[in-house]
């Protein structure tokens, strides 16, 4: 062979040199391709409607190094995925890393999907959250006069929306605004970090939500909602940091949540005074159930205070409250206006409280100077059942209004154990009218005790939300 080489002709050894370099081209190229070899991982989770549509955040320029804005990153993803909302809707996926944003809007029959290792971190840039207007309900901002900074994930007039995923983590950086508060250096009221406006058909499910700036998820002029499976974290001492306010809204599911809040745990909102009366839309078909709270400051299911366009048939059941300080609060006064009627809570455990029940008819907190002082709210049909208490303060702070009590009050084979130091005094009622049964401490006179067994109501009928279910749906991202 090699004597063959020696004497071959010089055009025959260019052209065996030429394909053997082609040869190893190609066997290099092919072990490239074999290292560049694509990933697929593949999701399930269970949501109202699946996709037909995906996209990643970084397929629109996203870095999840924790320094990077990505706010342009997630509107034009969202704005990218819009054109498939009247063709089997899309699903944008958040995968790990940590993605620093300011306020975004969400699109119609959009899934937002976060990763198990996906944080989104607030903004700290003010210049990031957009001012708008003050809620029409409430006629100002809760914080200061005039707007507000929109929410880190908004939308408003949609439909079919989804926030979920693998338990991630949306981190709105809250301390910098708690300090402005504190200080008085707010322009504006804080942002949210949900809220979804005057919206329809909406699943917010298996995240983790920490350090809001304010309230953390707040659904408003909206129906058919659905919260489940989440996990909200707040320092107690955090000012405003509620967990879920449903306001104004109708048909509303709220179920197997974990929350430690600097505020209410669940707030039932409906309008602030002559701003909420002329709005005049109420939050009505509301299930809340397998809720567990922790909240040394304040409620783990309050009704109000801005309830001035009403609140009905409210059913909560599977409660746990640890550590807080009343289980179920009615909070309203005089220029309230409204009504909070239809209330049913049941199957409650308390452990560690200051009171078990407390209403209030004379909260005073204003929007204005505007409000009407005869314009006073309705408070009737009050139902609480089967409930246990340990370590508690006092029973009971039961306050009406002079002149409009309220009424319609029923507590039934209910136990409460007394804390070491407890009131001498374990329930403090004015201006309430209602009966009782198999209550322990023995309650007020104003609660006329039933010498026969009475189980205070609690409906039977399902809720319309209820038929609602989720199925599951699965999402493939691809990774190089």
């Keep these: 062979m090699w004597y063959w080489l020696r004497n071959a002709p010089t055009t025959q050894l260019l052209e065996m040199m030429i394909v053997a370099i082609i040869l190893v081209l190609l066997s290099t190229n092919g072990v490239e391709s074999r290292k560049a070899k694509v990933s697929i991982e593949s999701y399930d989770y269970s949501a109202v409607s699946c996709r037909s549509h995906s996209a990643s955040l970084t397929d629109f320029g996203a870095v999840g190094d924790g320094t990077t804005s990505n706010t342009m990153s997630f509107q034009a993803a969202i704005n990218h995925l819009s054109q498939f909302s009247s063709d089997g809707g899309s699903l944008l996926f958040v995968p790990p890393g940590r993605w620093l944003t300011g306020s975004f809007n969400l699109t119609s029959h959009l899934t937002l999907f976060l990763h198990k290792d996906a944080v ?55 301390e910098l605004w708690w300090k402005k508060f504190h200080s008085g250096q707010l322009n504006y009221t804080r942002p949210y970090l949900i809220e979804l406006m005057f919206s329809d058909n909406i699943q917010i499910s298996n995240l983790t939500l920490v350090n809001s700036p304010s309230w953390n998820i707040h659904p408003v002029y909206s129906s058919n909602v659905i919260v489940q499976g ?39 909102k ?21 809720l567990t709270c922790i909240s040394p400051f304040s409620a783990v299911i309050a009704l109000g205070s801005e309830m001035s366009g009403g609140i009905q048939d409210v059913r909560a059941e599977d409660i746990l409250a640890i550590g807080s300080e009343s289980g179920v609060r009615i909070k309203t006064a005089a220029g309230r206006g409204g ?142």
């Design 120 to 174: 989104l971190l607030g903004s700290q840039d003010e210049n990031e959250w957009p001012v708008i207007e003050p809620l029409p309900s409430y006629g100002r901002g809760r914080d200061t006069e005039g707007g507000r900074f929109g929410s880190l994930i908004f939308g408003t007039n949609l439909t079919d929306v989804i926030i979920t995923g693998d338990n991630g983590t949306i981190d709105g950086q809250g």
């Design 230 to 268: 989440v996990t909200i974290l707040a320092p107690v001492t955090s000012p405003n940091t509620d967990g879920i306010n449903p306001d104004s809204c109708t048909n509303t599911r709220i179920e197997d949540c974990y929350i430690v809040s600097g505020d209410d745990c669940v707030a039932v």
């Design 270 to 290: 409906s309008g602030w005074d002559q701003y909420g009366i002329a709005f005049g839309m109420p939050t009505k078909q509301l299930l809340i159930r397998r």
């Design 339 to 480: 009504f909070v009627r239809d209330i049913y809570v049941r199957r409650m455990t308390m452990k560690t409280m200051k009171w078990a029940f407390w209403m209030t008819g004379n909260y005073g907190s204003h929007a204005d100077s505007g409000y009407d002082p005869n314009a006073l709210p309705e408070i009737r049909n009050v139902n609480y059942r089967d409930m246990v208490a340990e370590n508690v303060t006092m029973a009971a702070r039961l306050e009406g209004i002079p002149g409009d009590p309220f009424t319609g009050i029923c507590i039934s084979n209910v136990t409460i154990g007394l804390a070491t130091k407890a009131k001498k005094l374990q329930w403090n009622c004015t201006d309430v009218a209602g009966v009782s049964s198999g209550v322990v401490p023995q309650p007020c006179e104003l609660l006329e005790e039933k010498t026969t067994t009475t189980s205070c109501e609690f409906p039977e009928d399902a809720l319309p939300i209820d038929y609602v279910q989720l199925q599951t749906c699965s999402y493939t991202n691809k990774c190089d």
